[in-house]
């Protein structure tokens, strides 16, 4: 069945750092790729989505990578602030089959 | 962006009781729900999709006639936990997109505690 592997699960970075976050998809017949942000006690949020035709997308600090070929995809968070602190997860898009998460701690 | 609307928010209930959770497409017709449950710390695992007018595809360790759902109308998608017990205990949230492949839109979740 589908699998989503998301790494890694936890990540701390200092104020102003880049953090990247990776997954990887079993499903070739996956087609859109979105990243969502979940406050605690709160419901996810997307907040950047790709689709197999791009290979890049960018949304001011925020980015995806995706490779077709090695069926992965990368968010990656420029300038990174306190408020960037939250739960990130990927999904893979036939059913939406979500990855483990990665809890990104951003310290001032 | 598109509202999903889920209730109720929390919920406590007897072991071996049911409890029906509701989730309603307030601006959009949802053909699709996706069920989740997110024990702490957790992802979100999905239980269940379910398409208006038909019967829903519940993933692999999920017991379908402990969690029934329905999908009558493409605005109303109900879970309901049958004879729920303390394990049962979790965050339990749907999703729904407006079209496959675009983004889906959460419900507020709800949070049950069976004791």
């Known amino acids: 069945g589908e699998n989503v592997e998301q790494h890694p699960s936890t990540l701390s970075v200092q104020e102003g750092d880049s953090a990247v976050i990776k997954c990887t998809y079993s499903?070739?017949?996956?087609?859109?790729f979105p990243w969502y942000k979940q406050e605690l006690g709160k419901r996810p949020q997307l907040i950047i989505d790709?689709?197999?035709?791009?290979g890049e997308k960018k949304d001011q600090r925020i980015a995806v990578t995706l490779n077709k070929t090695a069926k992965h995809f990368s968010l990656h968070i420029t300038e990174t602030q306190p408020e960037d602190s939250a739960v990130y997860f990927c999904?893979?898009?036939?059913?939406?089959?979500f990855g483990a998460g990665t809890r990104l701690a951003v310290h001032p | 962006g598109a509202v999903v609307s889920q209730h109720p928010s929390w919920v406590i209930c007897k072991s071996g009781t049911s409890v029906k959770i509701e989730c309603r497409s307030l601006?959009?017709?949802?053909?699709?729900m996706f069920w989740y449950r997110q024990f702490p710390k957790q992802s979100l695992m999905l239980m269940a999709t379910?398409?208006?007018?038909?019967?829903?595809?519940?993933e692999q360790g999920v017991e379908k006639d402990k969690f029934l759902i329905n999908h009558a109308s493409l605005t109303l998608s109900t879970l309901t936990v049958t004879s729920a017990h303390p394990e049962d205990s979790s965050f339990y949230i749907c999703?729904?997109?407006?079209?496959?492949?675009?983004?889906?839109?959460f419900g507020q979740g709800t949070r049950l505690t069976v004791v």
């Open positions: 999904a893979g898009y036939n059913k939406l089959i």
């Open positions: 601006d959009f017709q949802a053909t699709t």
């Open positions: 379910s398409n208006e007018g038909s019967k829903a595809t519940y």
């Open positions: 790709i689709r197999s035709n791009v």
């Open positions: 999703s729904a997109p407006i079209r496959m492949n675009t983004e889906a839109f």
């Open positions: 499903d070739s017949a996956s087609n859109y």
